[in-house]
């Protein structure tokens, strides 16, 4: 079955540095990859979300790319501030229909220190 | 405009019996999905429900089961509890009339065996 690998599991930058978390997946035939924040005592709120069709996607400080080819794709984030401590989960789904399978990274703790 | 609601936020059993959660979807949402998150982990996707029917599963055994209701609402039942059932269970809704839309998650309900 499709399986998503995530990198790193921790990472730790000074506040107004970039964040990159980068994630792989298995199934080639996975065409949606959502970002998901997820605070302490809170359910994975998306932040950020790219289609197959699409290399890039930007929004404020935020941007996901997308390598189709390498089945890679990562979450940039710049200009991080301390609000942006959370845990990251990458995902990916496949199909077209209003049924998704949601396949879940293993997460990412950022710590952004002031 | 409420997001998605869970109830119970915390539930604490012990081993062998039974649980029954509870989910209601986003306003104008009517495909609702269920997530397992062991803690230090991702979510893992147990089952979805559209039209009250069970459209999707994931590898849980069949001691979890799901309902939902006409006014799209859902529960996820667990039966005979291990103690490898904690953790937090997650509902996420989305609307299958708008084809591969993002999935909004509640806040879950956090499970613990004893």
């Known amino acids: 079955g499709e399986n998503v690998e995530q990198h790193p599991s921790t990472l730790s930058v000074q506040e107004g540095d970039s964040a990159v978390i980068k994630c792989t997946y298995s199934d080639s035939a996975s065409n949606y990859f959502p970002w998901y924040k997820q605070e302490l005592g809170k359910g994975p709120q998306l932040i950020i979300d790219?289609?197959?069709?699409?290399g890039e996607k930007k929004d404020q400080r935020i941007a996901v790319t997308l390598n189709k080819t390498a089945k890679h794709f990562s979450l940039h984030i710049t200009e991080t501030q301390p609000e942006d401590s959370a845990v990251y989960f990458c995902a990916a789904s496949r199909g077209n229909t209003g049924f998704q399978k949601l396949v879940f990274g293993t997460g990412t703790r950022l710590l952004v220190s002031p | 405009d409420a997001g998605v609601t869970q109830s119970p936020t915390h539930l604490i059993k012990t081993r062998g019996q039974q649980v029954t959660l509870r989910c209601s979807p986003k306003?104008?949402?009517?495909?609702v999905s269920w997530y397992q998150q062991a803690l230090g982990q991702g979510p893992q996707f147990i089952f979805q429900?559209?039209?009250?029917?069970?459209?999707q599963r994931g590898n849980f055994p069949d001691r979890f089961s799901g309902h939902q209701f006409p006014n799209y609402s859902s529960e996820l039942n667990v039966n005979a509890l291990l103690l490898g059932d904690s953790a937090l269970y997650l509902c996420?809704?989305?609307?299958?009339?708008?084809?591969?839309?993002?999935?909004?998650f509640g806040d879950g309900t956090r499970l613990s065996i004893l």
């Open positions: 996420a809704s989305s609307a299958y009339s708008q084809g591969n839309q993002p999935q909004h």
């Open positions: 429900y559209y039209e009250e029917e069970e459209r």
């Open positions: 790219i289609r197959s069709n699409v």
């Open positions: 306003s104008g949402h009517d495909t």
